[in-house]
């Protein structure tokens, strides 16, 4: 009911919502490369809601190609008629996000590049994609815990960085940094809402 009268009145529907996807298998390790790169571009970028766009654009499409990998998946959100509490609800997410287990980077910190082969390979990669926009996207207003839902929410993103819906775009991933590890009991300990697909 309430939607209906704000739509009536011509009040902008802001929607927000979280994707977790976990990859796993001894395939995985290279999606670390392009989530790694998506987040210098970003934090080079200075939040530039274009190249979030498009490195958001480029992150989905490597996840449907990865899709044999997917292990399990979840997904929530909210719908707002203010852009306040929106953004509230998006702060409150990202902290969430960058505060589970292997998803905090230190970009400062030295690289041991020289060494890649001393380096562990993770056989578990959890993607969290946060976003908040303008609109109604049915594909991402659903419960994407299956492969087809999850398929169509995938392209659902990339549709709407080309019709420049976004108001926010946030990517969390673990682990962080190659060479990290991300077991099955950190996997169940850190991210609960899993469900297997």
Request: aromatic letters at 10%.
């Amino acid at each position: 009911m309430r939607d209906t009268f704000n739509k009536m009145v011509g009040r902008t529907r802001y929607v927000v919502c979280r994707l977790f996807i976990h990859l796993g298998g001894s395939d995985v390790a290279p999606i670390l490369g392009v989530l790694n790169r998506g987040a210098r571009d970003a934090i080079d970028s200075e939040g530039d809601m274009q190249v979030l766009g498009e490195t958001l654009v480029e992150l989905c499409e490597t996840l449907l190609r990865y899709d044999q990998d997917w292990m399990s998946a979840a997904n929530e959100g909210d719908v707002f008629w203010s852009e306040g509490e929106a953004g509230d609800y998006i702060n409150e997410l990202f902290t969430d996000s960058a505060e589970r287990y292997g998803a905090d980077i230190d970009w400062d910190s030295p690289s041991d590049f020289d060494e890649p082969l001393s380096l562990p390979v993770t056989r578990n990669v959890v993607v969290m994609i946060t976003v908040a926009f303008e609109g109604e996207v049915p594909e991402l207003e659903t419960d994407l815990s299956n492969i087809q839902a999850l398929k169509e929410g995938l392209k659902a993103l990339i549709n709407l960085h080309y019709k420049h819906k976004f108001k926010a775009i946030q990517v969390h991933f673990s682990p962080a940094q190659l060479g990290d590890e991300l077991n099955n009991d950190e996997l169940l300990q850190y991210y609960p809402e899993l469900i297997p697909l």
